[in-house]
C-alpha cells in the first residue's frame, strides 16, 4: 500500500481531467480535502474504510458529473450538505458507519436521481429511514 497511514496525497491534486478515484481501505488519515471539488470529470469518489475525520466539504457538490459517492465507514462528523441535492446524476451516495447527523439535504426528495442511499437511520434524519 502505497499510502500507509496519511492524508489523502496532495499528488492527486494536479490530476486535471480525474474521472475516477477509488482510494477505499487504504489506511488514510485526515480530512477530505476541498480540492476534490475542482475535478469536473470525477464520476466516481470512493474513500470507504479508511479513518477519515472531520465533516463532508460542501465543495463536493461542485463534481457535477458524479454518479458514484462511497463515503462509509469513516470517522466523518456532521450533516451531509444541502448542496448534495443539486447533483444532477448521483445515483449511489453512501455514509453508514460514520458520525453523521442531522438531515441527508435533498438526496431523498423527489428531485433526486440517487437510486441507493445508505446512512446511519439512528443518527439521520431521513424519509428513507422511516
Not at 487504504?26 to 474504510?49: M, V
Not at 465543495?59 to 458529473?65: H, Y
Not at 462509509?72 to 453508514?96: C, Q, Y
Amino acid at each position: 500500500n502505497p499510502f500507509s497511514r496519511g492524508p489523502i496525497p496532495d499528488v492527486f491534486n494536479t490530476l486535471e481531467s480525474l474521472r475516477e478515484l477509488s482510494l477505499d481501505k487504504t489506511h488514510l488519515t485526515g480530512t477530505i480535502p476541498a480540492w476534490i471539488g475542482k475535478f469536473s470529470e470525477l464520476r466516481l469518489l470512493d474513500l470507504r474504510s479508511n479513518s477519515l475525520t472531520g465533516s463532508i466539504p460542501a465543495a463536493l457538490a461542485d463534481l457535477a458529473q458524479l454518479k458514484y459517492l462511497m463515503l462509509n465507514e469513516n470517522l466523518l462528523i456532521g450533516s451531509v450538505p444541502d448542496s448534495f441535492g443539486t447533483l444532477p446524476g448521483l445515483m449511489v451516495a453512501s455514509f453508514h458507519h460514520n458520525g453523521i447527523q442531522g438531515g441527508v439535504g435533498q438526496l431523498c426528495s423527489a428531485n433526486s436521481d440517487v437510486q441507493l442511499l445508505t446512512t446511519d437511520c439512528d443518527s439521520v434524519s431521513c424519509p428513507c429511514c422511516e
